[in-house]
Nanobody, 127 residues
């Protein structure tokens, strides 16, 4: 599976961006797709995740109420709508796939659970 992320850019604080991640190859019903972000010198942190079959969603506390994850199974695309952006949201955003053999409703927030990653897209929020 290959992932291609896009949609990053420069935006002022309070603005919005929508990230997209297209997956080539098969995404199975038990899989989870997630968005993570990483700033220089920091760990890759969980932002949001969605179960491919269940459409169950999970968010990091820092983005709850501002970001929305969604998926389009017809096009193998996962989106991240980001509103009310803050300077601390500045980071490279990565999409990943947590491949699972069986269904598990819990969405992992650990980057090590995700075996496949896109190349990342840079989001810069100016104050």
């Amino acid at each position: 599976v290959q992932l291609q992320a896009s949609g990053g850019g420069l935006v002022q604080a309070g603005g919005s961006l929508k990230l997209s991640c297209v997956a080539s190859g098969t995404i199975y019903a038990n899989d989870v797709m997630g968005w993570f972000r990483q700033s220089p010198g920091k760990e890759r942190d969980f932002v949001a995740g969605v179960g491919w079959r269940s459409n169950k969603k999970s968010y990091a506390d820092s983005v709850t109420g501002r970001f929305t994850i969604s998926r389009d199974s017809a096009t193998n695309t996962v989106y991240l709508q980001m509103n009310e952006l803050k300077p601390e949201d500045t980071a490279v955003y990565y999409c990943g796939i947590d491949k699972r053999a069986t269904y598990n409703p819990r969405i992992s927030e650990r980057s090590t659970s995700y075996a496949y990653w896109g190349q990342g897209t840079l989001v810069t929020v100016s104050s």
